[in-house]
Nanobody, 130 residues
Framework: QVQLVESGGGLVQAGGSLRLSCAAS????????MAWFRQAPGKERDFVAA????????NYANSVKGRFTISRDNAKNTVWLQMNSLKPEDTAVYYC???????????????????????WGQGTQVAVSS
């Protein structure tokens, strides 16, 4: 049974930091591209960041570039999202997602549509106060 379990969300003041974790099980984690999406109230679920199976390639939404860092540890079946310099507009439910990696290079992390991912977690709430 595939499971993606996010944790680490919470309430933080603007300028603060949070580190989200996503623990994966039930599939071959090291063969999958992992990503983070987020969904604010009343809005669509948007791409935040993705990382290739090896960790050698990553991609970020322009809105988080330079502030957020995605990383993974295949031995621990875990992917993280380090979020620094948080802004009120970062408030959302953050979701972990996975898809089987096909190919190599930067193209494998240029997957920004929710429909391109096979597995999803239940989400963790992040709230940033001004």
């Amino acid at each position: 049974q595939v499971q993606l379990v996010e944790s680490g969300g919470g309430l933080v003041q603007a300028g603060g930091s949070l580190r989200l974790s996503c623990a994966a099980s039930g599939f071959t984690f090291s063969s999958y591209v992992m990503a983070w999406f987020r969904q604010a109230p009343g809005k669509e679920r948007d791409f935040v960041a993705a990382i290739s199976w090896s960790g050698g390639n990553s991609n970020y939404a322009n809105s988080v570039k330079g502030r957020f860092t995605i990383s993974r540890d295949n031995a621990k079946n875990t992917v993280w999202l380090q979020m620094n310099s948080l802004k009120p507009e970062d408030t959302a439910v953050y979701y972990c997602a996975a898809r089987l990696q096909v190919g190599f290079g930067t193209v494998v992390v240029d997957l920004r549509s929710t429909g391109e991912y096979d597995y999803w977690g239940q989400g963790t709430q992040v709230a940033v106060s001004s």
